[in-house]
């Protein structure tokens, strides 16, 4: 069980899947989507758009066309409303499905960015939380051996990151 904190652009990262923090149509926007459709090149939006879309908490995978990595996989994290409409849970799937499909597919590598927590305004700490409860629930159930970084593009974020990956003293770089 490996896990590792970056901080700087997913879109350089060679894990086997990336992260994309996606809204419902999957053709793009701006933040960690925008970058990763613009490193990716036209061929990513031209799959996503045979996608037919994706709901808030659920995946999807698509190819990685010029990025580094073999595969992204996008999935839409919940707008924050102030907690009261199940923000967590929706929250908690999306780290949950794209570490499902990460490991029904064999990969040996996984890189998230902070879900929901820019554009859609999730709490930064609340939303580490989730992420690194949901993955490392999900690991331990399933026994994976799955590499999982947390990619984070603030250093602010980094530093929650670590402190809670050092509580639970699981990580390794
Ligand atoms: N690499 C890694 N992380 C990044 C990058 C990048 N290149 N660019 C931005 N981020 C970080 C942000 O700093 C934030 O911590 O990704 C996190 C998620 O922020 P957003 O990209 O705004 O995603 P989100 O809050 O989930 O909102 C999704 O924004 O971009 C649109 O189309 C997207 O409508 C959707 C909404």
Redesign the pocket.
Known sequence: MNFSVVT????RLHADAIVN???N?LL?????????HRAAGPGLLAECRTLGGCRTGECKMTDAYNLPCKKVIHT??P?WHGGNRNEAELLASCYRGAMELACRNGFGSIAF??????????P?RAAAEIAVGTVYDYIKKHESGINVTF????QS?AEIYNSLLDRISVKTV
């Open positions: 700087g652009d997913i879109t923090a996606a809204n149509s793009g926007g701006g933040g960690v989507d925008g970058a990763i839409v994290g707008v960015p902070c879900i929901s927590t820019g554009v859609y305004g999730y930064a990619c984070c593009f603030k974020d």
